[in-house]
């Protein structure tokens, strides 16, 4: 009996040590742990809240294990993570680092998502940029209110449509939706059958090759204003011309201030037109010129005095004319008499 009893000893001892180290096996392999002897480098950093995460959790970069937590602490009321990279992993500086879950035991660990800098981190380097898991408390307290306020809307809701009123305007809302939605319909197959403006230029094919072609003569006058052709490019790229067209803007604006010296000189008084302009004296003496002129031109036109004998008077007109006819002949009997007197007078001296 007693060497049966010793021998249900040792297979109960032995199950009991097959079943624990089944059980630490299960253990490892369930929460992913396994020890490691790698050699690696020191690696940092700071997140707001890493709750769940254990010394010894995995370190992972797409997924693929490059490290373990070494160890956890508190800097400035925030979590300090220290890594060991193994060796041969880099890490950019720009590198992000992440704590999420993992495994059906729901164990926390680090991802690492690489980042694009040429530069990587040297031992004992500090990750910027971190992403600390979602609190679920903390996602049920923010959560709480909204469906607080989901709950209150469906009570309205349900207010709002229990009654008959309530329900014939919702039936009447859905009555216009449908009505609404049937006359988009009926655009959008207008539009679809080339109707109104809006459907040619979007079934058009003419259109679009003209504006196609419109597009390209404008390519083709950008390209001649760039190269300087025609007077626009001349414009924009000739220097010379530019500066004529200063010198000539220049010119123009002396002109105008000489002519507003001139405008100020006249406004003022000065010179003949100033004068002209502003003085009253003048300008009545002009006036009173003005009245005798009016009154000699109305004489003359009554025949009064010489001149207006002279303008109106016909019989004078035609004595004078009679004059002018007797001097005429007179003048040429003259003539005519002249070479005789003068040959006389030549003959007398010769004879003399």
Do not use: C, H, W
Not at 24 to 45: M, N, R
Not at 139 to 146: H, I, Q, T
Not at 256 to 275: R, V
Not at 332 to 345: M, S
């Amino acid at each position: 009996m007693k060497r049966n009893d010793r021998g249900l000893e040792i297979k109960v001892g032995i199950f009991v040590l097959i079943a624990l180290a089944a059980l630490g096996y299960l253990s490892l392999q369930l929460g992913e742990e396994k020890i490691s002897t790698k050699k690696g480098y020191p690696v940092k950093a700071v997140f707001d809240n890493v709750s769940g995460l254990v010394v010894g959790a995995r370190v992972e970069m797409a997924g693929v294990e490059i490290g373990r937590v070494s160890n956890i602490g508190l800097t400035d009321g925030k979590a300090l993570v220290e890594m060991r990279i193994y060796e041969g992993v880099k890490i950019a500086k720009d590198a992000v680092a992440m704590v999420r879950t993992k495994g059906v035991l729901g164990d926390r660990y680090v991802e690492i998502k690489q980042g694009k800098s040429p530069e990587t981190l040297p031992p004992g380097g500090m990750i910027a940029r971190t992403v600390s898991p979602v609190d679920l408390d903390q996602v049920l307290a923010e959560v709480g209110p909204a469906i607080e306020d989901i709950r209150d809307i469906t009570a309205g809701l349900k207010e709002l449509l229990g009654s008959e009123e309530g329900k014939n305007n919702f039936k009447q809302m859905v009555v216009n939706i449908r009505d609404a939605a049937a006359a988009f319909k009926e655009v959008g197959e207008k539009l679809a059958r080339g109707e109104g403006t809006l459907g040619k230029l979007l079934t058009d094919e003419k259109l679009y090759v003209k504006i196609e072609n419109l597009a390209d003569n404008l390519n083709q006058v950008a390209v001649k204003l760039n190269k300087g052709q025609g007077t626009l490019g001349k414009l924009i790229n000739d220097e010379a011309l530019y500066n004529d067209l200063r010198q000539t803007i220049a010119t123009i604006n002396e002109a105008s201030a000489t002519l507003n010296d001139i405008a100020q000189k006249i406004k003022n008084g000065q010179g003949t037109l100033g004068k002209l302009i502003t003085d009253e004296e003048l300008y009545t003496k002009l006036n009173e010129t003005f009245a005798s002129l009016d009154r000699i031109a109305k004489k003359i036109e009554r025949g009064e005095g010489t001149l207006g004998k002279l303008v109106n008077d016909d019989s004078l007109y035609l004595e004078a004319k009679k004059t002018l006819r007797n001097v005429n002949q007179a003048a040429t009997g003259l003539q005519e008499q002249v070479p005789v007197t003068i040959l006389g007078t030549v003959g007398t001296m010769v004879l003399q």
